[in-house]
């Protein structure tokens, strides 16, 4: 059966100053139709964290070239920067999210203006909601949080594990059932939300560590807490910690004109994508 492994955890910090944005990274492996074995990244972290990226795959005698499938879920900044490290990979991607990443909305901090240009660097291949990635590996659409995102559902021998990216940040979420940051529609964030909570037994956040839900819809974390802050002492001046229970709600200034804008736009990001020269880094190692 399939297995996840856990290259880079995702953490739930943010600052005043800006957003650490460390999602978390994770490896499906198991076997194609034709019984080939099959190394499946599930979203690529930002640059900040690309050494720790090359040791976790070390660590698992794996290079970057062993990796033939990248899947992001969607295409924020936090979640895709690393995907040029992978040239031997297929990306998997909504259409309308690689649609939307060449035209984003200008309110849209989480997706640079650079991003369409980034995604076509690999060979892209679009997936939608239900389609087999391998066996026992699926795509789950998820929108809301943005127009294309995506999760993977893999039945594991522990039951039905599910790898939402940002559809679901942190484990309370699956409590509130409120996506606390909505990029395209919160209404639809919400249903994905109940429906990723209604498929899995174990559900990896993108920024959170792994959990259950218990009977009585306590969370229960799978994975210890274990972090190291360098350049700071907790006796340093000026360092303050606020209550991180739950984050504020926040929707995207200007998010009911998207869809008219997108359509709009949508022979424009056509020709965007069949022009964009694809120019990948050789696979370090």
Request: glycine content about 10%; charged content about 20%; some cysteine.
């Amino acid at each position: 059966m399939p297995t996840i492994d856990i290259l880079l955890p995702g953490y739930a910090i943010d600052t005043d100053q800006g957003y650490p944005a460390f999602c978390g990274v994770f490896l499906v492996r198991g076997t194609d139709t034709a019984g080939h074995p099959r190394n499946i990244l599930v979203d690529a972290a930002h640059v900040g964290r690309r050494p720790h990226l090359w040791d976790a795959l070390a660590a698992r005698g794996l290079t970057a070239a062993d990796i033939d499938t990248v899947v992001l879920t969607h295409a924020h900044w936090d979640h895709v920067q690393n995907i040029d490290l992978f040239p031997h990979a297929t990306l998997l991607i909504h259409p309308d999210e690689r649609r939307y990443a060449h035209t984003p909305h200008a309110s849209d901090w989480a997706t640079p203006a650079w991003t369409g240009l980034l995604l076509e660097q690999l060979p892209v291949r679009e997936v939608v909601d239900g389609q087999d990635i391998i066996p026992g590996v699926t795509v789950v659409g998820l929108p809301g949080h943005s127009p294309g995102s995506i999760g993977v559902l893999v039945d594991t021998e522990a039951g039905r594990a599910a790898i939402t990216g940002d559809a679901l940040h942190f484990a309370y979420v699956a409590q509130t059932r409120r996506n606390p940051l909505v990029f395209w529609d919160a209404d639809q964030a919400a249903l994905s939300i109940e429906r990723v909570v209604g498929l899995a037994d174990v559900i990896y956040p993108g920024h959170d560590r792994p959990f259950r839900l218990t009977s009585g819809n306590d969370i229960d974390y799978l994975e210890p807490f274990a972090l190291t802050l360098t350049g700071l002492r907790p006796d340093t001046g000026g360092l303050a910690f606020a209550d991180g229970a739950s984050r504020p709600l926040w929707v995207m200034p200007g998010i009911g004109d998207q869809r008219t804008l997108y359509e709009k736009n949508t022979e424009e990001i056509a020709r965007r994508i069949t022009r964009v020269p694809r120019v990948v880094r050789p696979a370090r190692g």
